[in-house]
DNA sequence: ATTGACGTTTACGTAAACGTCAATATACTG
DNA sequence: CAGTATATTGACGTTTACGTAAACGTCAAT
């Protein structure tokens, strides 16, 4: 595996444009380092972006993202009110994804509610056309 | 329960503005029936408004929370067509949905290790402070 | 008769999250 | 060394999901 990566290795493992790679450091969620102009991704970084975009497939605004991000980089390290506070983010995530857990299991079990009451519609209705079909053929 | 509700009875039971209930039915998410001018919420209305905040805690769009919603409604009626449309619909968002729950997993995972590091961390630090405490307090 | 609570439509404003140029610089490639 | 590919910043446009304000109707209570 690569050591660095370029802007545009990186938009294209992940199917995002570089656009957004460089619309998110101006928005503090990523600080590439640079050779002269370039900007240059290391492995952690590509990291960060991996952890970015599972935030956003959760729906998460980038801004929330970014904290979430920081508890990874300063998790270890500061003074005890930093530390709790970072404590104090954990659980506030947590409780968002349990929540978002719950809604995936009803929604789960809605669609396979609706699936299964589609299917059997479908069977009848198949039913039906062969034997009208076959009333047809027979006219 | 009430047979039916104002625009803003939901509004306060949801926690949403009336504005955004408005909106989405201008954007063909609900579609109240009328007294005179004034909007008249079914028990079916308010299902359909309830599947629509968890779609949106999920983060989708609200396009995409509209044809969820209409697999609820038109998921027993129509041609084979329309029937196998909707399981395809189906599908694609018990894809979406299982993404969604490995994030969720990962990402717990990963809080779960970054709250450990800063407890412990925390833990350190309050030993040391106990230790630097009474020396002063000696001094 | 008016005040207040609730409702309505219409119109414009706005924040987030990028897309889409344009102009420019740098690097490799034949 | 011209051409092509890739990079940069900056400015402006766009979509989504509402907020906000204006201007008005309706009904009950004071």
């Not at 960060?48 to 935030?55: P, S």
């Not at 390290?77 to 970072?86: A, H």
């Not at 995530?93 to 509610?113: M, P």
């Amino acid at each position: 595996m690569q050591e660095t990566f370029t802007i545009s290795e990186l938009g294209n493992e992940f199917g995002i444009t570089t656009r957004a790679i460089r619309f998110y450091e101006d928005k503090q969620l990523l600080s590439p380092s640079r050779q002269g102009n370039r900007r240059v991704y290391s492995r952690s970084d590509r990291t960060r972006l991996k952890l970015l975009l599972r935030g956003k497939r959760l729906g998460w605004p980038l801004e929330e993202i970014r904290d979430v991000l920081n508890m990874y980089d300063q998790g270890h390290e500061g003074e005890i009110q930093q530390l709790e506070y970072t404590c104090r983010k954990v659980r506030e995530s947590r409780e968002q994804l349990e929540q978002q857990r719950r809604d995936i299991e009803a929604a789960l079990q809605d669609l396979d509610s609706i699936e299964s009451r589609c299917l059997a519609r479908i069977d009848l209705l198949i039913a039906d056309e062969k034997e009208t079909g076959q009333a047809e053929n027979r006219a």
